[in-house]
């Protein structure tokens, strides 16, 4: 199971995912730059924020309030299909997931 990332500056990067892992753990485990994680995935810091691809924003599904919240104190404006990636949990449903990192 993978999940892509477009990065900033227009490389691409793929890695294994395991089930059950978040994606900001296997963006940090992968040195994902700009994915930061700071507080470990306890939904207060949105140093995890990244943009789903549209294609695949209907498997992750949208945020939850305090999720919502937070995105509003991203670095990058949130977009449309924004995300705090430690709340997205990777199972056999999102494999092959697209993401990118917020420039
Ligand atoms: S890692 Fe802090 S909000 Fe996601």
Redesign the pocket.
């Known amino acids: 199971m993978q999940v892509t990332w477009h990065l900033p500056n227009g490389e691409t990067r793929i890695a294994a995912v395991k089930p059950g892992q978040n994606m900001?753990e296997a963006a940090v485990s992968q040195n994902i730059p700009r994915i930061?994680?700071?507080?470990?995935?306890?939904?207060?810091?949105?140093?995890?924020h990244v943009i789903v691809d549209p294609a695949w924003f209907a498997k992750t599904g949208g945020p939850g309030a305090f999720e919502d919240d937070?995105l509003d104190a991203t670095e990058v404006d949130r977009q449309a299909t924004s995300r705090?990636?430690?709340?997205i949990k990777f199972d056999a449903a999102l494999d092959g997931i697209v993401l990118h990192v917020p420039t």
């Open positions: 900001m930061i994680g700071e507080c470990g995935g306890s939904l207060s810091c949105a140093t995890c937070m705090l990636s430690c709340q």
